[in-house]
């Protein structure tokens, strides 16, 4: 219409509905923004206790817009009508007011991710949105679960006390279940999911840790004492892995050690060893090798 030749006999009334109509585009556009802004970050500000607790001036910040949003919201719909919503004197300097705002509460939330991320290096390999979502449930280790094969590889989720939410009440691990197959690890002892969520899943990683050393401990122990079929199932399969090559290298490095004592065929012979269906390895203690190995 402002191209038309005769647009000079109606100036007013398209220059006027050109400035409303782009209102109601520039509403409408930074409303779409506010909005995406707004839920990402309300699951935090609103309904995590622990954010509003580790930032409590920006979710005083986001309150206030929170508030403000809805009651702009709520006018819209009183009105039911898009031209006359969007024109409203100062309404876009209020909306920018609110984006400005948001902005400040997105920069300390990411602020506040990244302080996570330090203290617990696992959750830079965490997309935001997980990781936005871990924090929001820090309270709810049964929440958390679900991400935990997004931190500890192999390791589907621990398995706890009680799978019931009690008020006031953590649960504990009592071993860790693996994500392929069928494969349960307990721990020696329970270990308790307290204090904020990068403190505990730390804490996973001690006791993981520690209670695969005494596994590994007890298979090395184990090994020389069984037929390698009847081992074979007694243990994970990563600790079986580990525990082979311990004594493939022990075995080999003997092999090695008669050879140079004069036994030119110590290798064939321990090719042979390795390959008998019928191996039992108390037969073979070989010496001082696994002596050494085993005081270390």
Request: a negative charge; proline letters at 4%; charged letters at 30%.
């Amino acid at each position: 219409m402002i191209a038309n030749r005769y647009m000079a006999t109606f100036k007013d009334e398209i220059l006027g509905w050109q400035k409303k109509l782009n209102d109601v585009a520039d509403v409408n556009q930074i409303m779409a923004e506010i909005q995406r802004t707004w839920a990402y970050l309300e699951s935090l500000f609103i309904h995590s206790e622990e954010v509003k607790k580790e930032l409590p001036q920006a979710t005083e910040r986001f309150a206030a817009i929170d508030t403000e949003v809805k009651k702009v919201l709520r006018e819209f719909q009183q009105l039911k009508n898009c031209v006359s919503c969007c024109n409203r004197e100062g309404l876009y300097a209020n909306l920018e007011t609110q984006e400005r705002e948001l902005e400040i509460c997105k920069k300390a939330l990411n602020d506040y991710m990244e302080s996570k991320r330090r203290a617990f290096p696992r959750f830079y390999f965490v997309s935001s949105a997980d990781l936005l979502d871990i924090l929001s449930n820090g309270n709810n280790p049964m929440r958390v679960q679900i991400h935990m094969n997004k931190c500890f590889q192999a390791i589907d989720k621990l398995r706890l006390d009680s799978e019931e939410v009690v008020p006031g009440r953590r649960p504990k691990a009592l071993g860790m279940e693996s994500c392929v197959g069928i494969e349960y690890v307990p721990f020696s002892s329970p270990l308790p999911l307290e204090n904020k969520v990068e403190q505990y899943m730390n804490d996973i990683i001690a006791k993981m840790r520690n209670e695969l050393r005494m596994v590994l401990k007890a298979s090395v122990e184990d090994y020389p004492s069984k037929p390698r079929d009847k081992w074979l199932f007694d243990w994970p399969s990563q600790i079986i892995l580990v525990v082979n090559q311990i004594y493939w290298c022990l075995e080999v490095e003997q092999a090695f050690t008669e050879m140079a004592r004069g036994d030119k065929g110590a290798m064939s012979k321990y090719n042979e060893f390795q390959v008998s269906s019928d191996r039992v390895k108390s037969e073979r203690a070989w010496g001082s090798g696994w002596e050494t190995m085993h005081g270390a």
